[in-house]
């Protein structure tokens, strides 16, 4: 699973924005979208944000590119001197609007719900403890809207609750309000705010398309009283016009469909206001008739971004994540400890998920346990001294967890060990439901710092190392088992 | 402005007791509606019909800045035309709706919530999930 880091990035001078930068934290974030939680890239200092994966846009770009440079280069001459220089004229405005479209859909915020900030968070559990006697306690909540009962849910990663019609993409890793579907061909969730966009897009790119497809097929017919057919057929851009037209126009027609009967492609795909599902179902927030919904959907007010990926972060302010440097407003330590209390425990159980993922150590066949059983001590060099090399300063415990990643061959613990590797960095979020943030000084960060502060085969006591770990039992599981991993 | 910064220097060194989220209310769609169901906290800080004309105000704000009528159609239909480069010169009418909000806000909080010992946060603060309502301390029973 391809996780959101920005890699190793050159610092940004004094100065100046780290513009080039996709996402990636800097030393001193300044802009919030350098701490934004979810899986986007943003450019252009915030301007611009895209999803993580943008291969695919990348390829629609070139495709229509492609397509309409064909056009233009081989077909307008003729059919401009020969009918009329309306065609490329109209051509040229289709074109520009489609390009505009595609960038407004693929750039902007879809309507993404910021997450709770850790007040909110606790206030909400508290609420959701408070309310059911069984467990796990009841995480949806019911509503009744235009008569429709509809089921909220809790998003685990953003933890709130989901407003309806809401949705958490995966790929994005964020809450969309009202999304449609995550499109790869834009680059982009769909979602509130940039639907209209997306929409116009298909709409004017499917109008594009039938129109050069015309036009070159009336080019080809044309010159193929003159020069043969086949030859006209070798410099038009046919093929690729023919494939997508039904693709597109195709899109569009569902597409129309779903803003007239005011659905989305999630709800429309999982079947929630079907009939099929019950007599009585049907869909809360169409208007009625067909010219408002399109209304509503096209030229409805557009809403603000929720996320103010562009303003500066004070250090009052609340974030998502525990704050890095450290800036107590004492205001929210009381909370701030609370969290971290929560957190620490969820830090011990993803860190147990870890040991889970990590079965068996795949480069040494002796497994490195400690304290409980001093007699394995010795082994302890092997994996030192393989991986001193590789050994960087270490100021924190994310810089070891890195260095395992590189030793580690398998996948999945490189997933998990990047995971370790995030949260120890007080970054963003958990690709599991629960999220982690580190408390300060993890008792698991000792262990690898010691480790590896000791690249030669000597080796002190290891029983002292882990003396305050070996207090509690779950701590001692988790060392043992990180260290277990580190001889990987 | 300055006033406002006073304001905050001084909240900042009160200590804050509890903070209260008033949840959004779904009842009628998707329309950003909070509840107006009066908190427990509150009850000795704020009556009860001040706040829920509050919240009231403030609902009835957001209906209009989401109001589908005449005039955010003509809104649409000229943003459309000009591939949506007016809004770089002009502002979305929930945009100056919003800036209303804040305006009303920072007025509410001035005149009746800081007296109280409270402090309203702008929901968009919060995603327009929650008004955010922080009780601090009560130092000075100014009552």
Redesign the interface.
């Known amino acids: 699973e391809p996780r959101h880091s920005g890699g190793p990035c050159p610092p940004p001078a004094d100065g100046s924005e780290p513009a080039h930068c996709p996402g990636h934290r800097s030393r001193s974030p300044r802009k919030k979208w350098q701490v934004f939680p979810g899986r986007n890239r943003f450019y252009c200092d915030g301007r611009i944000m895209m999803a993580r994966q943008t291969g695919v846009f990348y390829l629609t770009l070139v495709l229509i590119l492609l397509t309409c440079g064909l056009f233009f280069t081989f077909d307008c001459p003729f059919l401009a001197s020969n009918l009329t220089p309306a065609i490329p004229a109209v051509g040229g405005v289709l074109f520009?609007?489609v390009m505009?479209?595609l960038f407004?859909a693929s750039f902007s915020d879809p309507g993404i719900?910021?997450r709770?900030?850790p007040?909110?968070a606790a206030?909400?559990e508290r609420q959701i403890d408070s309310a059911g006697c069984s467990r796990p306690p009841p995480r949806t909540r019911e509503?009744?809207?235009?008569g429709q009962a509809?089921k909220?849910k809790y998003c685990f990663t953003c933890k709130?609750?989901r407003?309806?019609?809401a949705s958490h993409c995966s790929l994005c890793d964020n809450c969309v309000?009202?999304f449609d579907h995550h499109c790869p061909w834009v680059g982009n969730c769909v979602g509130r705010r940039n639907y209209r966009?997306f929409y116009?897009f298909i709409l004017s790119l499917s109008l594009l398309t039938v129109f050069i497809f015309a036009f070159v097929i009336t080019h080809v017919i044309l010159r193929s009283n003159q020069t043969g057919f086949l030859g006209a057929l070798k410099d038009s851009p046919v093929v690729v016009c023919f494939f997508s037209i039904w693709s597109i126009v195709g899109l569009s027609g569902f597409h129309t469909y779903l803003i007239s009967s005011n659905q989305t492609t999630n709800e429309d795909i999982k079947g929630s206001w079907s009939t099929k599902r019950g007599k009585d179902n049907y869909n809360?927030?169409s208007y009625g008739n067909i010219l408002?919904n399109c209304?509503?959907a096209?030229?409805?007010?557009?809403?603000?971004s929720?996320?103010d990926r562009r303003g500066l972060i004070q250090s009052?302010?609340p974030q998502t994540v525990s704050q890095s440097n450290g800036t107590s407003?004492?205001?929210y330590a009381?909370?701030q400890l609370h969290s971290n209390m929560c957190d620490q425990d969820q830090c011990i159980q993803s860190t147990k998920f870890v040991l889970q993922a990590a079965t068996t150590p795949l480069l040494h066949s002796d497994p490195v346990v400690l304290a409980p059983l001093p007699g394995k001590t010795t082994t302890l060099g092997g994996p030192c001294a393989y991986l001193a090399p590789a050994q960087p300063s270490l100021p924190s415990c994310g810089g070891d967890v890195l260095m395992l990643r590189d030793a580690a061959v398998d996948s999945r613990c490189h997933h998990h060990l990047h995971l370790h590797h995030h949260h120890h960095h007080h970054h963003f979020v958990s690709p599991e439901e629960t999220p982690c943030a580190t408390p300060q000084g993890a008792l698991p960060c000792p262990a690898h710092l010691h480790l590896h502060h000791q690249p030669h085969p000597a080796i002190p006591s290891p029983i002292a190392l882990y003396d305050p770990a070996s207090q509690d039992a779950l701590h001692e599981d988790s060392v043992r088992g990180l260290v277990k991993l580190s001889s990987v | 402005m300055a006033e406002t910064h006073s304001l905050q220097d001084m909240r900042q060194q009160a200590a804050i007791t509890a903070k209260v989220f008033i949840q959004r209310d779904y009842s009628s769609g998707t329309m950003c509606q909070f509840q107006t169901k009066f908190p427990s906290e509150l009850e000795n800080r704020i009556d009860k019909q001040q706040f829920e004309e509050t919240v009231r105000a403030l609902n009835n704000m957001y209906a209009e800045a989401e109001k589908l009528g005449s005039q955010s159609y003509i809104e649409g239909c000229l943003a459309c035309l000009t591939a949506y480069t007016v809004f770089l010169c002009m502002e979305t009418h929930y945009e100056k709706v919003l800036k209303k909000i804040a305006k009303y806000i920072q007025e509410q909080n001035d005149k009746i919530y800081a007296p109280r010992g409270l402090l309203l946060t702008d929901p968009i603060e919060r995603g327009l999930r929650v008004v955010e309502i922080t009780i601090f301390e009560d130092r000075s029973l100014t009552r």
């Open positions: 520009i609007f505009g479209m407004r719900l910021p709770a900030t007040d909110e206030d909400l509503v009744l809207i235009n509809v909220l709130i609750f407003p309806p019609r309000e009202r966009f116009l809360p927030y408002t209304c509503a096209l030229c409805g007010p557009l809403p603000p929720l996320i009052g302010t407003n004492s205001s009381s909370t």
